[in-house]
């Protein structure tokens, strides 16, 4: 049974400049959430997504986008980096079955 | 919005005393979800909690559920080195609009 997996691992951008984070979820999950975590602090929900549709949001701006495709892989989008936008970002999945959250190694993304 | 509220935020013990961490919500919780994240790590499903005044032991882990499902605890027996960690709670309302709240955790160090 394959994890959750995330690329990449790290990456430095600039302010303003637009980041895409990937993730593949374990085999047999059709749900996928993203996270941030700041550092010294608890993950903090972004969005969920089930069946190629947002079915959850958190209080992150309209710049912070996502996509679901077919095979249940997923996208993260932030567009206009900011400095705090700096965190790790986690994606989870997890079947439709269950709310346990199976969290992949996450991203770490740095922004200059 | 919901939020979720995690006490101590640190706590070093030496090797084989106990611990503990409390999670309060400010609002009524479907289920609390426990996790843990070893530094460098990311967060790993521990357990879940449904009923109302429920109690699961993992081994030298203990997990309770308030009556009103509002406030959880995590004691750990006999501390050993392994338990180093960061100790998350979240908690999620219900409904359709999936959202999970984790608290901001408490970092355990060890002392051998």
């Known amino acids: 049974e394959t994890g959750v997996t995330q690329s990449p691992t790290h990456l430095i951008k600039t302010r303003g400049q637009q980041v895409t984070l990937r993730c593949s979820s374990q085999s047999g999950h059709n749900t996928v959430s993203w996270y941030q975590q700041a550092l010294g602090q608890g993950p903090q929900f972004i969005f969920q997504?089930?069946?190629?549709?947002?079915?959850g949001r958190g209080n992150f701006p309209p710049r912070f986008s996502g996509l679901q495709f077919p095979n249940y892989s997923s996208e993260l989008n932030v567009n206009a980096l900011e400095l705090d936008d700096s965190a790790l970002y986690l994606c989870a999945s997890n079947p439709a079955s269950s709310t346990q959250q199976y969290f992949g190694p996450g991203t770490r993304l740095t922004v200059t | 919005g919901q939020q979720v509220m995690q006490i101590p935020q640190y706590q070093h013990v030496q090797e084989g005393e106990d611990f503990t961490t409390y999670c309060n919500s400010s609002?009524?919780?479907?289920?609390i979800q426990w996790y843990k994240q070893r530094p460098g790590g990311h967060p790993v499903f521990l357990i879940q909690l449904v009923k109302s005044g429920e109690v699961k032991k993992q081994k030298r882990l203990t997990f309770q559920f308030g009556e009103a499902k509002k406030n959880s605890s995590l004691h750990i027996t006999a501390t050993q080195t392994t338990d180093v960690g960061t100790y998350f709670c979240?908690?999620?309302?219900?409904?359709?609009?999936?959202?999970?709240?984790f608290g901001k955790g408490t970092l355990l160090t060890v002392n051998p």
């Open positions: 979240a908690g999620w309302s219900g409904g359709s609009n999936y959202k999970l709240t």
């Open positions: 609002t009524t919780l479907s289920n």
């Open positions: 997504y089930y069946r190629e549709e947002e079915n």
